[in-house]
């Protein structure tokens, strides 16, 4: 090896965030032309992570160093949303992570690369593609052993929750969420409720907040936030909540 080419391996090991994949794009930003990227793989420096990724042959990559990838190298809007960001978040203590769905959330129109979705990862994996909110509200960055990946913030990650219900997620799981969210922004959740999209999710929120007696509910104010029109039934055979017009599961409503 040439001394550039050495010089341009020293970048790579440099800049290369341990645990993470690294993308051909990225490493031609770097320097390291196709050509050269097939000699590191040929002399063991780089090993293939399906088609179209690298990964350092001694690392131990997760799915969290692949979401850093995608989020930091190739640009797309996907976060970890819902019960997932409140689980790395120690928010989630109504379910053990370990054995957890991951849940990504995009913007409708994001397709995940294929050499992710198709990776055996320990956890299995669902992209939530919806409009929900606008792209990049209320999302944060969770740091994760030398490379941060992001995710939604408590405040939002609650009512990604409720958007998954009951289809994707149970409705009492999500209610024993919210009881351990004492400590909302009202400011943020205000932001949130304001330009949610779902009349269902806003509704569903306030109703649980209200009966999990919040504080910050407090300060929330409710004529700015539009509830829609007409009753909502969340589940068949649920009782009545007449103040958010829905009808909910009896063990919620006693």
Known sequence: MNTQNRSKLKNLLALHKPGTVVLPKWLEEIGISRDLQ??????????????????????????????FTIQKQAGLSVHVGAVSSLSLQGLSHYVRFSQEQILLFSPRGVKLPRW???????????????????ENMALTEYLDKGFSITVSTPERAI?????????????????????????????????????????????????MATKAKHQWLNYVDHTKIDLGKGDRSIL??????ATFHISVPKELAE
């Not at 088609?51 to 979401?67: E, H, M, N, Q």
């Not at 990862?121 to 929900?132: A, F, G, P």
């Not at 409705?171 to 932001?191: A, F, T, W």
């Not at 068949?236 to 909540?241: I, R």
Request: charged residues 25%; glycine residues 6%.
């Open 38 to 67: 097939k000699v590191y793989k040929r002399n063991g420096w780089l090993a293939s992570l399906g088609t179209g990724a690298f990964i350092k042959p001694d690392d131990d990559v997760s799915w969290r160093g692949a979401l």
């Open 116 to 134: 992710f979705v198709e990776y055996s990862w320990s956890q299995s994996l669902l992209h939530v593609r919806t409009t929900l909110f606008p």
């Open 159 to 207: 009512m990604e929750c409720l958007y998954l219900t009951p289809k994707k997620m149970d409705i009492i799981e999500c209610y024993h969420l919210m009881e351990g969210l004492s400590n909302l922004r009202p400011k943020v959740v205000q932001e949130l409720l304001e330009k949610c999209t779902s009349v269902k999710v806003k509704r569903l929120f306030l109703f």
């Open 236 to 241: 068949p055979g649920g009782v009545f909540n």
